[in-house]
């Protein structure tokens, strides 16, 4: 738990098969990842982390298989660390942590990757931060660095939207407060339904950070082509699995969800808020490519 409120979510559906990600954040320097098996709604329980992951910056293999991630451990060990340094990005087995590759980083800006097919990462990183670490490297794995990469999670968030189905209808325009980001125009991305009766809307209404890397404030909402809207109330995240179904989290929990007759009907799949950051040894097939 993050104080007294519930822990927070984010989720990545793998492209091509019926698995996801999910990244459990709270208290607010530990992080834990379990692996969603949504065809019968299997959670298995992973590995902790003590540090940030940059959630927009990850990305899940469409085997399921593999899981690119961005992360960031401050303490005064890591900021002398000049072999593996404070910021990283890494490659692991879900639902651990455990790096099978790894680059180097330094800093926290860009970071992290797409996969472009099971085998072949896009790395948003530029020379010299392209190099990975000689004893983790890419085994099997073609790597395409990205020679551009600059800014935080823009590029990969918004091709990893797009790549999902999703389309963005508007940009966002946000100014800086003495509490994060306020919006002056919201930014809004749309996913079709697969059989188009439904359109999902993803509307980041502010930003809002902590001294760990606050949410992103946002607000779902499923629209018919004859005008009916049904709210997704409290949703910090939302998505269309494999099979068309509506599923989303919200105050530490996955649901699925139907809407006969233009209302929402709610069921929990899992919640996470009880959780506590144990040590998770990670399994031999989890430590080898």
């Not at 990757?113 to 392209?130: A, E, I, M, Q, V």
């Not at 794995?141 to 999703?166: C, F, H, I, Q, Y």
């Not at 994060?180 to 999902?200: C, F, M, N, V």
Request: with cysteine; aromatic share 14%.
């Amino acid at each position: 738990m993050i104080g007294d409120g519930p822990c927070r979510l984010s989720v990545i559906l793998a492209p091509s098969t019926p698995v996801g990600v999910v990244l459990r954040r709270g208290p607010s320097k530990w992080v834990q990842m379990i692996k969603w098996y949504t065809e019968e709604d299997r959670f298995e329980q992973g590995q902790w982390f003590r540090g940030r992951i940059y959630d927009r910056r990850c990305d899940l293999s469409p085997d399921g298989e593999l899981f690119v991630y961005f992360a960031s451990k401050f303490n005064d060990k890591t900021i002398r660390d000049r072999e593996f340094t404070y910021a990283w990005t890494a490659v692991s087995r879900p639902p651990y942590f455990t790096a099978l590759a790894l680059w180097p980083k330094g800093d926290c800006w860009h970071g992290g990757g797409l996969f472009r097919d099971c085998r072949h990462l896009w790395l948003n990183h530029k020379p010299p931060s392209d190099v990975p670490h000689p004893k983790y490297l890419p085994r099997g794995l073609r790597v395409t660095a990205n020679t551009d990469a600059r800014g935080e999670d823009w590029p990969v968030w918004s091709e990893r939207m797009k790549r999902g189905g999703w389309d963005l209808i508007q940009e966002g325009r946000f100014r800086s407060t003495m509490k994060g980001w306020a919006t002056e125009q919201p930014e809004i991305w749309e996913q079709k339904h697969r059989s188009k009766s439904w359109t999902l809307r993803r509307s980041t209404d502010a930003i809002a950070f902590d001294n760990y890397g606050g949410p992103y404030l946002e607000s779902f909402r499923l629209m018919s082509p004859a005008g009916e809207v049904v709210d997704v109330p409290g949703a910090t995240w939302a998505d269309w699995d494999r099979t068309g179904r509506l599923v989303f989290a919200r105050a530490g929990k996955i649901f699925a969800g139907s809407f006969p007759s233009g209302r929402l009907v709610e069921k929990e799949l899992l919640d996470l808020n009880a959780n506590v950051p144990a040590r998770v040894i990670s399994p031999a097939v989890a430590r080898k490519w």
